[in-house]
């Protein structure tokens, strides 16, 4: 560990991480504590977890607060959030990080279990295509053990409801507005404050090579996640939190 990473607060780069996301979803905590509940409902209160696409860990964070008896590995690409969850999380022996590319169809021979429990995401599938997406949600068909669970909660707007959505869109800037002029940190913002880190300014570097500004994917409505995931393998799906913007779906194996 570097002079740096090792005086670093990692624990001040989670907590700005999620006032940062917090800014674009209010109701972040919301859909955790429903995607908890409904772990526990599946798996009881040790479960073992796929965190994916798991950014600095954050529901790997939540669900150890919740179910202190559980077991997780977090996955993903980026090289600078990957070093604020391993920093948060050094020492503690329930959880596991794995750099991989979901997009590899070899992606899953990097992990430390053939199977899991529950595989949860947030706010992260809306940066693939329909088409990678869909191989993704196949390869997770055999990832999650029979009787387990996936769940996705993101961006899914609800393309027969134009004007809806317009209003909704122009109601949640407002606010957005109104925070940022206030001193809210937003994406852009954040991520030049990682830049400025010691600790950070290498792996923000690099993720920006991999990544660019943004990765913009498709974002499709719940009914095409609950499809494609029924014909991924799952025997139930269906979404079981929503706001006017975002769902939640869970899939049942």
């Known amino acids: 560990m570097t002079e740096a990473a090792a ?9 700005s991480w999620d006032r940062q996301q917090e800014w674009y979803m209010p109701d972040r905590e919301e ?36 179910l202190p008896d559980a077991v997780s590995t977090g996955v993903d690409l980026d ?3 990957l070093t604020i969850a391993g920093g948060y999380f050094a020492g503690d022996k329930r959880v ?3 750099r991989a590319d979901l997009k590899d169809p070899e992606w899953t021979r990097a992990l430390p279990y053939d199977s899991y429990d529950a595989v949860l995401t947030a706010t992260a599938l809306h940066w693939f295509h329909q088409e990678p997406l869909t191989a993704l949600y196949g390869q997770l068909g055999g990832l999650v053990r029979d009787g387990g669970v996936f769940m996705n909660a993101d961006h899914m707007p609800d393309e027969r409801t134009p004007r809806i959505n317009a209003l909704e869109r122009a109601h949640r800037h407002a606010a957005m507005d109104r925070a940022k ?9 954040w991520w030049r404050l990682a830049a400025a880190d010691p600790a950070l300014a290498a792996p923000t570097a ?44 869970l899939a049942l194996k």
Request: glycine fraction near 8%.
């Open 181 to 189: 002029a206030a001193g809210a940190v937003d994406w852009s913002d």
């Open 206 to 249: 690099e993720r920006f090579e991999i990544y660019g500004e943004h990765a913009d994917g498709d974002s499709p409505s719940a009914a095409w996640h609950v499809r494609t995931l029924r014909a991924a393998g799952f025997a139930e799906a269906r979404t079981v939190w929503s706001s006017p913007s975002d769902a939640l779906v």
């Open 79 to 81: 090289p600078a959030l």
């Open 7 to 15: 005086t670093t607060d990692w624990h001040g780069w989670q907590e």
């Open 31 to 66: 859909r955790f504590r429903v995607m908890l509940d409904m772990v526990e409902a599946v798996a009881g209160p040790a479960p073992r977890v796929l965190d994916l696409a798991c950014g600095t860990g954050t529901i790997t964070d939540r669900l150890l607060e919740r």
């Open 96 to 98: 596991t990080f794995v």
